[in-house]
């Protein structure tokens, strides 16, 4: 996931892209399923058990998974309306690898829920709702690709077989 793949999908580069990225520019998208952000958590963490507050999130060190155009790029500055900062401990290109580095230490990872879900399940990691005072939102995740590709039936073809593992994926909503 980077800057250029939206480049790469206008060259005729890449044919299709998935993401959940805030911009894909002047491309043809279809919505697949919305995804919502969680915390992800080592199972024994102090935060486990409680409601979480905003003074809780902030008191522990966090790993920053830092996709170009994130959605999570808006925490840092609600956080700043409020007067509070986090504690940045690790940042990373993916969410997959984020969760192992919550397992064992202090660390909590923002990260999306159908992830979280799945990293709970292989790595006995716990998940926490976010402060309802500091919302993380939600967001599309997407198949994108180029205009010229609207009537190629192959592509047409490509789409839809997105679309149906979209629609399998929804079904667990």
């Known amino acids: 996931i980077s800057e250029s793949m939206f480049e790469m999908l206008e060259s005729g580069f890449l044919d299709l ?17 919305r995804e919502r952000f969680v915390l992800a958590a080592r199972a024994d963490h102090p935060l486990v058990g409680a409601p979480m507050t905003v003074e809780g999130f902030v008191a522990y060190p966090h790993v920053m998974v830092d996709v170009v155009h994130s959605r999570l790029h808006g925490i840092d500055e609600r956080l700043a309306g409020l007067f509070l900062q986090r504690r ?37 990691l716990a998940i926490l709702q976010p402060p309802p005072a500091l919302d ?38």
């Open 136 to 173: 993380l939102g939600a967001y599309d995740y997407v198949q994108a690709w180029h205009a010229r590709r609207n009537d190629d039936p192959l592509h047409q073809w490509l789409r839809g077989l997105v679309r149906q593992a979209g629609r399998r994926i929804r079904v667990g909503d």
């Open 88 to 124: 940045i401990a690790l940042r990373m290109p993916s969410f997959l690898a984020a969760a192992y580095f919550a397992r064992d230490s202090d660390l909590i990872v923002p990260i999306p829920e159908r992830i979280a879900a799945i990293q709970a399940r292989s790595l006995g």
């Open 17 to 33: 892209c998935l993401t959940g990225q805030a911009s894909c520019r002047e491309l043809q998208v279809e919505v697949l399923f």
